[in-house]
């Protein structure tokens, strides 16, 4: 899932500037779910920026609606009906979702309310971790399931680093676990440590330009003529 | 010969070596460095510059190196993965080796956020064994990573770090294991308080034949004091300082502290002369460079080797 927490209202307020009818769009998508921009946000944020608003002598009218996905056109009908009537949107998705919004409404402000921060898991109600940086060639397989990418601070592929601690947590943090120290407790577990006894070779970053994926049954329906 | 230096002449022929290390100012000031350098001169066989140590920016490596060279010191350039990307590491292992630059070890180095611009981005495009991999596939197959030809192919002696005392103990030996195989020609390790556990760390080194295959140095470096003591023992992660040192030093009268530093510093050295796998130590002095000549003095490592120049070679492609 992808994480995000929302911004200061002093940021967002910042954003929005001199506007004074704003469609506040919530996304029931991975925002929703991490508890940051769904129906429930998009409902305690409005009434924060009205009741700041309201502080310094009001004019700020919004609106709230919440579409079950910001990244994919099938569910913008509702949507895209009402934004005309607004001078931006400010909107609840991730990244993406703000400007799949941006890129289908070019006349009008599409503002974040959210930074997008990570894709992790739930580790309580609330809580999240980063597990993965999206990297584009992944060697989960080979390092027990932990990601060296994203859970060492140096994203080394032949760890550990001389600054493992003694109870196995991270130079960077001592409440951390070292992904190295990890990495080798399981695969010792399995009794896989050959896995990472051989230098892994210097990688492709397969993220340094924007990437695309079609899935091998759709690739005819996309080919350019 | 690999490279054409000292430290490896001095390896090769088999004596006991030693190497300093200097921290480059934090300015362009290149008085402080042949300040640091001068008393280095004749007491080590080569001295590691550091790059960018602790995160914090100093003068580069290279730099320092080349101020060494005109003081007649044989530098050991360090190189952090932290701070550049493959094409910034293969352009300065060119231009190092093109200046005279014979020795080199690579790093990960520090975590930036130790440093002085914490949040700023690290590099971490390869890692210090991919690096160490890097600098022997363009020195013997004078090719850069990417496979293609170079020109002129640089000429170094390729140095790995080492920390015995960081956990996975038993993994430790496995990792240096990877160093070697990537083509490290010379290893120095994090500085040794704990010598059973080092001791340990060297006899697994021996039995898996790493020691024949690579140099160790011993890493040392003398307490200063108390606190330094303290210091080490609690606020650097993989260090492991004995309580009983720590006891030790608190014993003597607090003005004759630093002398019982160089004391268990001789000592250590002594026991390490005497380890087999051990090649000689790397002396970190830290802002103590000046204390080197009576350290080494009273190490009985005086007067360092004097090795003959290797013949000149050939360049590649000439037979």
Not at chain 1, 6 to 14: P, Q, V
Not at chain 2, 236 to 257: F, S, T
Request: aromatic share 6%; with cysteine.
């Amino acid at each position: 899932m992808i994480v995000a927490s929302r911004k200061s209202l002093d940021e967002i307020l910042g954003l929005l500037g001199s506007c004074k009818k704003v469609l506040v769009l919530g996304c029931g998508g991975c925002t929703s779910i991490c508890l940051a921009g769904g129906q429930r946000e998009v409902r305690d944020l409005c009434a924060e920026l009205d009741a700041r608003v309201r502080d310094h002598g009001g004019g700020l009218t919004l609106h709230e609606l919440t579409i079950e996905r910001q990244c994919n056109e099938t569910f913008f009908a509702d949507a895209d009906a009402l934004v005309k009537d607004y001078e931006a949107v400010l909107s609840t998705a991730c990244g993406a979702g703000v400007q799949f919004v941006a890129e289908r409404h070019p006349a009008l402000p599409v503002l974040p309310a959210l930074n997008t921060a990570f894709v992790g898991f739930d580790k309580g109600v609330g809580w999240y971790e980063e597990n993965c940086r999206t990297c584009g060639d992944c060697v989960l397989g080979e390092t027990g399931g932990i990601c060296p990418v994203t859970r060492c601070a140096k994203s080394l592929f032949n760890g550990p680093c001389g600054g493992t601690r003694s109870e196995g947590t991270c130079e960077v943090d001592k409440t951390v676990p070292c992904a190295w120290f990890e990495i080798h407790k399981r695969l010792k577990g399995q009794g896989r440590l050959a896995l990472i006894t051989k230098v892994r070779p210097a990688r492709e970053w397969e993220n340094q330009t924007r990437r695309s994926v079609i899935q091998e049954p759709y690739k005819a329906r996309y080919a350019k003529p | 010969m690999k490279s054409g230096g000292n430290l490896e002449a001095v390896l090769v022929a088999g004596h006991f070596a030693v190497t300093g290390e200097l921290g480059p100012p934090r300015g362009s000031n290149v008085d402080a460095v042949r300040k640091k350098a001068a008393p280095l001169k004749g007491m080590v066989d080569a001295v590691n510059i550091t790059d960018n140590q602790t995160a914090v920016v100093r003068m580069s490596s290279w730099a320092t190196s080349l101020i060494c060279i005109q003081e007649g010191l044989e530098p050991n350039y360090q190189m952090v993965c932290r701070d550049r990307n493959r094409l910034a590491m293969q352009a300065d292992i060119l231009g190092a080796s093109a200046l005279g630059i014979r020795n080199m070890l690579a790093l990960s180095g520090d975590h930036q956020s130790f440093g002085d611009h914490p949040k700023c981005k690290g590099v971490f495009d390869i890692d210090s064994i991919q690096l160490i991999n890097m600098v022997k596939t363009m020195r013997d197959e004078s090719k850069f990573l990417s496979g293609e030809a170079i020109d002129g192919p640089p000429r170094l002696f390729i140095g790995a770090a080492a920390n015995p005392f960081g956990e996975p103990f038993e993994f430790r030996v496995h990792r240096l294991a990877k160093k070697v195989a990537a083509g490290a020609d010379f290893i120095q390790t994090q500085c040794i308080y704990n010598m059973e556990k080092f001791g340990r760390f060297i006899d697994m080194a021996n039995d898996m034949g790493l020691t024949q295959k690579v140099h160790i140095l011993a890493g040392i470096t003398p307490l200063k004091s108390l606190p330094m003591a303290k210091y080490m023992a609690t606020s650097v992660p993989g260090m492991d300082v004995p309580e009983a040192l720590i006891k030790r030093i608190e014993g003597v009268d607090k003005k004759k502290r630093a002398d019982e530093g160089i004391k268990i510093a001789c000592e250590q050295i002594q026991e390490l002369r005497e380890m087999k796998g051990v090649a000689g130590i790397h002396l970190m002095a830290i802002e103590w460079e000046h204390k080197v000549p009576e350290i080494v003095e009273r190490a009985g490592l005086l007067p360092r080797p004097k090795v003959a120049p290797p013949p000149p070679q050939p360049p590649a492609g000439e037979a």
